[in-house]
């Protein structure tokens, strides 16, 4: 959506450097969460806090509807540009990102 990319740009360059690093270390650390959660169930209350700081972490760059999260979570599972990135910090992370999201969107959560 050019509006999203429109949105997410302007936000992006309004942040100054220490804000640009801080967003994205929150990031990094939100990834390294989620993987140290491997194994468990993608709807267990752990994963979905972290699934619920992903969310929040988003509305750094645009304001992300359940539709858009669901399609990143799809992303993130088939794309290779996206699943490449994931793999490298485990090879499941991709797949389980995903299922996480979906079950995320599916609880209702996505939509506060």
């Known amino acids: 959506d050019p509006k999203v990319v429109a949105e997410s740009s302007r936000r992006w360059q309004s942040y100054?450097?220490?804000?640009?690093?801080?967003?994205q270390?929150?990031?990094?650390?939100?990834y390294?969460?989620?993987?140290?959660l491997l194994g468990r169930d993608p709807a267990d209350a752990a994963v979905?806090?972290?699934?619920?700081?992903?969310?929040?972490?988003?509305?750094a760059f645009y304001e992300p509807t359940?539709?858009?999260?669901?399609?990143?979570g799809q992303a993130y599972a088939q794309e290779p540009q996206f699943s490449a990135f994931f793999a490298a910090?485990?090879?499941d992370l991709p797949a389980f990102l995903s299922q996480a999201?979906?079950?995320?969107v599916a609880s209702g959560a996505a939509a506060r």
């Open 25 to 30: 270390r929150e990031g990094g650390q939100i």
């Open 48 to 59: 979905q806090a972290v699934v619920a700081r992903w969310h929040q972490h988003l509305r």
């Open 16 to 23: 100054t450097a220490a804000d640009k690093a801080r967003i």
């Open 66 to 72: 359940p539709n858009i999260l669901r399609g990143l």
């Open 32 to 36: 390294q969460d989620m993987a140290a």
């Open 101 to 104: 999201i979906d079950a995320y």
């Open 89 to 91: 910090l485990h090879p």
